[in-house]
């Protein structure tokens, strides 16, 4: 049987905002995999952002009704909303879309990663965010890097870490909770392990600068300086520079805020909203 084209997907064909590469839909679908299915379909890359208004003319669905299927792909982490729109959450990115986003960041931070290592001699750390915990993407530092118990591809307490206190700031208060629910961790006796602590010392990072340290919170003889590298929606990662625990970091902070200044703007084509 052959469907006709509805007037709103007609409309949404021809909108240079919408997915391209997307075949225009045919009247609204009737199950509810279908219509789930033509909304994700919405977002063709990892930092894509719809409007509602999009999103309705794309799928054929009236606006209510896709409204009430976004607040469920919201709940269930599918898609998240922002002040620019939807975009793909975490559950989504965690399928795999989420390694196209890391790959465009450790592009645009590597230069940058290696001219930090270079100027002072020290570990540089590249990261993300991935709900309570911090995901290591880069490690830079030649000899040195081997006496720093970090990995490449592995992961830490985001509460212990100045990589993952800089990136929280950048959340609200009520994602952080939500994150934490079921307590902190503690890795270390200076561990933070109090959740009006926490939140004491996120308020203090982001009247900042958004910088962040970490004196033997992680690691015992690890301190640590980082700030985040942000985008239209929060944090993409964060960079860090790693000293002794009772190192003196402050005076490296104005060449690492520089340095996430430095990718962010490597990243803003790529990050561009769609119009």
Do not use: N
């Amino acid at each position: 049987m052959t469907a006709t084209l509805s007037a709103d997907a007609r409309s949404a064909a021809a909108q240079p905002g919408l997915p391209r590469q997307i075949p225009a839909q045919h009247e609204a679908p009737p199950s509810m995999i279908e219509r789930v299915t033509v909304i994700m379909d919405c977002f063709d890359r990892p930092h894509t952002r719809r409007s509602l208004e999009q999103i309705s003319q794309f799928t054929g669905l009236p606006r209510s009704t896709a409204y009430r299927i976004l607040e469920q792909l919201i709940r269930l982490r599918w898609l998240q909303r922002s002040t620019s729109g939807y975009r793909l959450g975490p559950r989504a990115l965690g399928l795999g879309g989420r390694e196209i986003g890391h790959d465009a960041l450790r592009a645009a931070a590597a230069p940058v990663l290696h001219d930090l290592a270079l100027r002072t001699c020290l570990v540089v750390h590249l990261a993300v965010l991935d709900g309570p915990e911090v995901y290591y993407l880069d490690k830079v530092g030649g000899r040195t890097a081997i006496d720093v118990p970090s990995r490449v591809g592995g992961r830490a307490p985001a509460s212990c870490t100045a990589l993952g206190k800089a990136m929280l700031a950048c959340l609200t208060p009520e994602r952080i909770d939500a994150d934490y629910s079921g307590g902190l961790t503690r890795r270390t006796p200076r561990s933070i392990t109090d959740g009006a602590a926490l939140h004491h010392q996120l308020g203090r990072i982001r009247g900042g600068a958004g910088v962040a340290y970490d004196h033997g919170e992680c690691f015992p003889s690890i301190g640590c300086v980082a700030a985040p590298v942000r985008g239209p929606d929060g944090p993409l990662g964060a960079i860090s520079l790693v000293g002794g625990a009772d190192a003196a970091l402050q005076r490296l902070a104005p060449a690492l805020v520089q340095a996430v200044r430095t990718v962010s703007g490597e990243l803003h084509g790529y990050l561009r909203p769609e119009k």
